[in-house]
């Protein structure tokens, strides 16, 4: 079946340091999307992004759908992003789910 | 900005009751999901939902789980019968268009089966 991997599983970081997760998956996207889950269990949007680069304040998102893998940068950390990343995808002959991966743990110490 | 709100926010109910969770997609879209969480897990697909009919579910939707759209608003994700393992967070999501459209996803349900 199809493969959404993220890593590292988890990252514990000081604050103000920068920091790269991936996310690598096995088919092709036509839709790719990155939360971030809160304390509180939300799913908060940060990207939609099945190609090419968006930038949202400290965060930005790539997406190289061609060799299929994503990249989410947190630059200049705050205690504030703490928490779980998901990447998810949804995949051609797929319907339009969105397929989820592990996640990434991230934890900025001040 | 539109939003798909989910209630309750927590619901605790016993083995075995049945238990409704109720979404509110946003008013334009067509496409309609749930998926689950299990604490410490990763998000799962339960079910996709358009033109008033179920369109994929997943081997978790069993015959204990439906979805129905009462009116023009609500969602709704119905357990029969619930069982422990039916503790988990349920999110709701919602999207314009299709597979090609960001899904838009409520705050969740977080489901306590005793």
């Known amino acids: 079946g199809i493969q959404v991997e993220q890593s590292p599983p988890d990252l514990i970081l000081q604050e103000g340091a920068n920091s790269t997760l991936r996310c690598n998956f096995s088919d092709s996207v036509n839709n790719l999307q990155w939360f971030h889950q809160n304390p509180w269990g939300q799913l908060i949007n940060l990207f939609y992004i099945p190609s090419g680069t968006k930038q949202n304040g400290r965060l930005s998102a790539t997406t190289v759908a061609t060799e299929r893998y994503s990249l989410l940068y947190i630059s200049s950390s705050q205690t504030t992003d703490s928490g779980v990343y998901f990447c998810?995808?949804?995949?051609?002959?797929?319907?339009?789910?969105?397929?989820f991966g592990q996640g990434t743990e991230l934890s900025v110490k001040p | 900005e539109p939003e798909v709100t989910q209630t309750p926010s927590h619901q605790v109910t016993q083995m075995g009751q049945e238990v409704i969770l109720r979404c509110v997609p946003i008013s334009n879209h067509l496409y309609f999901y749930w998926y689950r969480q299990i604490l410490g897990q990763k998000v799962e697909f339960l079910v996709s939902?358009?033109?008033?009919?179920?369109?994929?579910k997943s081997e978790i939707f069993d015959d204990q789980f439906s979805v129905e759209r009462p009116d023009g608003s609500n969602f709704t994700l119905k357990i029969r019968s619930t069982k422990l393992e039916d503790s988990a967070m349920y999110f709701c999501?919602?999207?314009?268009?299709?597979?090609?459209?960001?899904?838009?996803f409520g705050d969740g349900t977080r489901l306590s089966i005793l």
């Open positions: 939902f358009y033109n008033n009919e179920i369109s994929e």
């Open positions: 998810a995808g949804a995949f051609y002959n797929q319907g339009g789910k969105l397929i």
């Open positions: 999501a919602s999207t314009e268009t299709g597979r090609d459209q960001p899904q838009h």
